[in-house]
């Protein structure tokens, strides 16, 4: 097996020893990858893998069974699967627990499954159960996360409206962009969401103290708006600190509008956790991609060997939507 990992702050394409499979686990040929901020931490040195897990960078891939272990049970050579990974994306090959993997809807390429498990996990995982009417707002709305929190958000709401039909809800999915380029593609992708590139308009369209689930990918100073948007019994999702680790906060606001904060991040999870949520993703989410309900959203597909201009690229966060990796 060969893949890239990350030596002092280099991609460096390196041989790694393939150890023999054991009772549950599958070989896969991975055939796409995809890009993640954590990627570019790993790079520069600041998000070490977690203990036992590859130095290859990589948090999801797609490709084809090759081999499978003694005691394998639901899948098959040849059968093709994405997964979650804790790292060994940027590679060639890579070896996990059958019961981590997920088998491909038909419809779906290896590029579009490979930009699936980690951005609809995050989705999967913190979008709440949402009231009918609700407001949701997504902060960094065109990351590869942002857009899957869109859809999904979208996708829960529009279920509730359909059961409190005929009266129907006046539920917003909003979205927070860098730049009105992103607003642009992003609106044309969802024309029921409402996108925008300034809080000032997000103000306008839906008011202070209205949005009843807000998604910060961004972190920094962005949490002290966030308290002020988030309406009676909001709840405020901290998910990423693009904008850095620390903000100020207003514990009295917190404490007078009832607000419940959380943090959640996937990579660190242990391995029954991560099956347990594969489990529950293909019983909740595998069947809106199904019907297509649910897709995902490519922005560009580099080849494995430019990984590094893709990590670049997603650096300066000029995607809307994944950034793929394609194994030669």
Sequence with gaps: MHGFAAIKGNLVWEQCPSS????????????????????ILQLEGLYAPPPGESEILGLEMSGEIIDTGSAVQTLAKGD????????????????????????????????????????????????????AGSTVLVRAAASGVGVALLQYSRAKLSALSEEASPSPSKSKVVGLVSSHDKVIKLQALFPD?????????????????SVDTIF??????????????AAF????????????????????QVLKKNLTITGSTLRTRSQEEKIALTERFKNEVLPLFENKSLHPVIDRIFALPDARQAIRYVEQRKNVGKVVLRVP
């Design 193 to 209: 969401c409402k996108i925008f590139d300034s809080e000032e308009a997000i103000i306008e369209a839906v008011g202070l103290h």
């Design 233 to 252: 019994g909001g709840h405020i999702i901290l998910l990423a600190t693009l904008a850095g680790r620390t903000s100020e906060l207003d514990i009295g």
């Design 80 to 131: 093709r699967v994405c997964a979650l990974l804790g790292s060994g994306g940027y590679a060639n090959h890579c070896t996990l627990d059958e019961r981590r993997c997920i088998k491909i809807p038909t419809h779906l390429s290896f590029v579009e499954a490979a930009a699936i498990p980690e951005s609809f996990f995050t989705a999967m995982v913190n979008v709440p159960q949402l009231k």
């Design 216 to 229: 910060n990918l961004v972190g920094g100073k962005t949490f002290v708006s966030d308290v002020r948007f």
């Design 20 to 39: 023999p499979l054991l009772e549950r686990e599958v070989r896969v040929r991975i055939r796409a990858s995809a890009v993640n901020r954590a990627d």
